[in-house]
């Protein structure tokens, strides 16, 4: 179920993005294609941290904090997850202008153009996760509760 339900996350948060993109008509210009891969991968990566802390908070709990518990921990360790690569991919892009590494000012421009990434994620990225996103994180939150019980 860890990597199956992985892949499956990463597709469904992928779906999330595109569905945002042409249903709901939220354009992000030519880079569709690589950010459907960072949404992907954001999903992939938060099924896979976030499910072995939301077994461990939630074992031997009712069945409201289980779902509780899928909603919060899948839900946030999906968006961490897909800012971080959404901040590594801006942080990419931006490197060739950036100071030699690991030089104090090579420090600085790290720390800022990460900061700045993972606001723009926050203004920009998150909107494409809702709705649908949000109904598939529910969905699945409500399905795992009742299995665990």
């Known amino acids: 179920m860890w990597i199956f339900g992985s892949i499956a996350w990463g597709f469904a ?11 709901f008509g939220r354009a ?14 954001g999903g992939l990566l938060g099924w896979l941290i976030a499910l072995p802390i939301i ?3 939630t074992q031997r709990r009712r069945p409201s904090v289980v779902l ?4 919060l921990l899948l839900g946030i ?9 959404y901040a590594l991919q801006y942080r ?7 100071a030699p590494f690991a030089s104090r000012i090579w420090g600085y421009q790290l720390f800022y153009t ?8 926050a203004v ?4 494409h996760l809702l709705p649908a996103g949000f109904a598939m994180l529910i969905a699945l939150s409500v399905v795992m509760a009742r299995r665990s019980r």
Do not use: P
């Open 13 to 23: 948060m992928a779906a999330s993005f595109l569905l945002s993109v042409h249903i």
């Open 28 to 41: 992000t210009g030519s880079h569709d294609l690589s950010l459907t891969a960072i949404y992907a991968g």
């Open 55 to 57: 077994h461990l908070a």
């Open 68 to 71: 509780a518990g899928w909603v």
């Open 77 to 85: 360790v999906t968006i961490g997850a897909t800012a971080g690569l």
């Open 92 to 98: 990419h892009f931006y490197a060739h202008w950036h």
């Open 114 to 121: 990460t900061a700045v990434a993972l606001y723009q994620f």
């Open 124 to 127: 920009l990225g998150v909107r």
